[in-house]
């Protein structure tokens, strides 16, 4: 089991009950009931949750399970998740209402209405169809947090193709994998996007991952920051250029394909225990309800709201909630492009005080890194307009919690607390505004999720007991493959206790049943809530000609909740001087991305291993921390 990196939180500790008014205008009231109710009729649940949403075609069956673990929901259905962001707010009232609100680090401001953002995304829709883009074909998306990375996510749903959003901080050899995996036809890109007053240059990356591949048939350049770029004449086009050429009869108006309800919308690369990302496959149905009632019920959504994830679309998080959730409510969503503490540590609390921000939701490692900078900061700036609060990526430790609440949610917001994964699409284990909160705890099962903890033997551990957290039964907006290789879906997921959802998480429930998430147990690194696999960064190790081998682990750290610890063995004739250590920092910054810098790199001559040549990594973090190494009958070293 894994070592804890948060201090185990007093499981008795204060419960914050939400203020009556809170409580009195929730969307859901009774959720107790809801979830009696779906627990006893789960297919009916979800079928009256999907209800709320436009179909083409109403669904046959809506839970398919004669393939599990390849489940099917509303089997027959005929949908497309744009039909429900976008082709149904533009038929009423809501085709005048803000869609999305962006800032630029420097200050650019940019809003689209519903009607506004449907014309952009039929014309980026026609832009790709022109290049080829057709249903099931795949479209890498590589950009800052711009309003164009929506729209082109948008635009390949809405043709059927299948998005595969890289992350902007990502670099190289990450990009290049994900790429190469994903066959993708095009890939839309930015000159650069600006973080913390510097530039990151992304075609160039893209220039480079693309030296390293078949390159796919078209790049499509969105002029951003305005700096020269190389574009290579027929594959690569401008953006800005692409959108005002006439390029069909009304190029404004793109038909919506409609499509099965099970038929692919997104693959998203996430880090698993192997060097090769895992490409996590969501569809259109289920994944559009899951995220719809979630976002709807927990975060309580009104007309009125101005909802803002400071997520990046890259991530799940910004897939679910900045990019379609908030759409499919019909919702007004905020996006910043920057650093929260650019050009000083009030950027955030200014921007909600600016615009109106309702409810906010945010990462633990934000809240630990502004929080240094002292409550003066939020305390200038009105931030009443605030009701509900969020966390996600990684257990929320109670200082942070508190502060939270008390200096940003005024003791008066709610901070719900959300476990999810790349692999569900949708909260899982999550509060209501109406339940009562446990610092660092997310609470209970979402209506409809049979979440429970086991021991190794596959039995409910006690109460207090740390086990494997797993789900009994399937939810709408789970994974339903990884891409190309069914194998290793059923492998990594369902084999460990066969018939239940493995997640990879160690978990408590105190006696009220609230769980609490303690950390991964598998060879994921949550560095900022980031993902990272321990495999993926050692291969890009392996890659520098200095590198003979390496192991990475993670190290508690107080404002990232875990921080990269490399060791290295390098090959002979080799020095270890600071002057190289710096060089492979740098290149790991290169090849995989800036988050993945390691915080230390270690030189070693040995690393423990098993005697099949496993590298032990507990041992190592054991030894990091000056802890007890634990059983060693099956070191070599
Ligand atoms: C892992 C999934 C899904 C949103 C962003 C991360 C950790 C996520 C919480 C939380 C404790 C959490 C888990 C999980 N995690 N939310 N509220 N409390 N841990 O998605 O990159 O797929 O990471 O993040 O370890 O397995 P992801």
Redesign the pocket.
């Known amino acids: 089991m894994q070592e804890t990196n948060v201090p185990i939180p007093n499981q008795d500790a204060e419960v914050f009950h939400p203020a009556p008014e809170i409580v009195a205008s929730a969307n859901v009231q009774n959720v107790d009931q809801v979830r009696r109710e779906a627990a006893i009729d789960l297919e009916g649940y979800w079928a009256r949750r999907a209800g709320e949403l436009e179909w083409y075609r109403k669904w046959d069956k809506v839970l398919d399970e004669s393939a599990k673990p390849f489940f099917k929901w509303f089997v027959g259905g005929k949908t497309n998740i744009v039909l429900n962001a976008l082709d149904r707010h533009v038929k009423t009232w809501r085709r005048n209402k803000l869609a999305l609100i962006w800032e630029g680090e420097t200050g650019e401001v940019r809003t689209y209405s519903y009607h506004a953002l449907n014309r952009e995304v039929c014309k980026f829709a026609n832009v790709l169809k022109s290049m080829g883009v057709a249903k099931g074909d795949r479209v890498t998306i590589y950009m800052p947090r711009i309003p164009e990375t929506v729209i082109a996510m948008l635009a390949t749903a809405k043709l059927g193709a299948i998005h595969s959003v890289v992350y902007g901080g990502f670099s190289v050899e990450a990009l290049h994998g994900r790429i190469e995996d994903s066959e993708s036809k095009v890939i839309v890109t930015a000159d650069g996007g600006r973080m913390n007053g510097k530039t990151v240059q992304l075609k160039k990356i893209v220039d480079e991952a693309l030296t390293r591949t078949a390159a796919p048939e078209n790049v499509v350049v969105v002029r951003h920051l305005g700096i020269d770029v190389s574009m290579e004449q027929g594959r690569d086009f401008w953006y800005h250029e692409l959108m005002t050429l006439p390029l069909a009869k009304n190029s404004m108006r793109c038909e919506t394909e409609v499509m099965d309800a099970e038929d692919p919308l997104f693959i998203l690369y996430?880090s698993g225990t192997t060097g090769k990302p895992k490409a996590i496959l969501h569809t259109h149905g289920g994944y559009q309800v899951g995220v719809y009632s979630t976002i709807k019920d927990v975060f309580d959504l009104k007309e009125e709201d101005r909802w803002w994830c400071t997520a990046d679309p890259g991530?799940?998080?910004g897939h679910s909630y900045i990019v379609y959730g908030p759409l499919l409510c019909g919702a007004t969503s905020f996006m910043y492009e920057g650093a929260p503490t650019y050009p000083y540590p009030d950027r955030w609390w200014a921007m909600i005080e600016k615009y109106g921000v309702t409810v906010f939701y945010s990462t633990p490692t934000a809240i630990r890194g502004l929080m240094r900078f002292g409550q003066a900061w939020p305390g200038r700036h009105d931030l009443s307009t605030l009701r509900l609060l969020g966390?996600?990526?990684?257990?929320?430790n109670p200082e942070a919690w508190r502060w939270f609440h008390k200096y940003i949610g005024r003791e008066k917001c709610p901070i719900m607390?959300?476990?999810?994964?790349?692999?569900?699409g949708m909260f899982l284990?999550t509060p209501l505004p109406a339940t009562p909160l446990k610092p660092g705890s997310?609470t209970l099962p979402y209506p409809g999720i049979d979440a429970d903890i086991f021991g190794e033997d596959g039995k409910p551990v006690k109460v207090g007991e740390e086990g494997f957290l797993v789900m009994r039964k399937p939810w709408p907006a789970m994974m339903r493959t990884i891409y190309k290789d069914p194998d290793r879906y059923v492998q990594t997921y369902w084999t460990k206790f066969p018939g239940v959802y493995f997640?990879?998480?160690s978990a408590r429930r105190d006696k009220d049943g609230y769980f609490w998430?303690i950390?991964?147990v598998d060879d994921v690194i949550?560095v900022s809530?980031?993902?990272l696999g321990t495999a993926e960064l050692e291969s890009a190790f392996i890659t520098h000609p200095a590198v003979a081998e390496a192991a990475v682990i993670g190290l508690p750290h107080e404002i990232k909740g875990t921080a990269i610890h490399a060791y290295v063995i390098l090959k002979p004739g080799q020095d270890g001087s600071d002057a190289l250590i710096e060089e492979l920092r740098q290149y790991i910054g290169h090849e995989v991305g800036p988050i993945a810098k390691p915080e230390k790199i270690t030189i070693v001559q040995s690393l423990p291993k098993t005697r099949s040549g496993k590298i032990m990594r507990r041992v190592l973090k054991a030894r990091a921390r000056g802890m007890d190494e634990g059983d060693l009958s099956t070191l070599e070293e």
Do not use: C, F, H, M
Not at 391 to 396: D, Q, T
């Open positions: 996430t991530w799940i998080t966390s996600v990526g990684e257990p929320i607390d959300t476990w999810w994964q790349t692999e569900t284990l997310a997640a990879g998480d998430v950390g991964r949550k809530g980031y993902r």
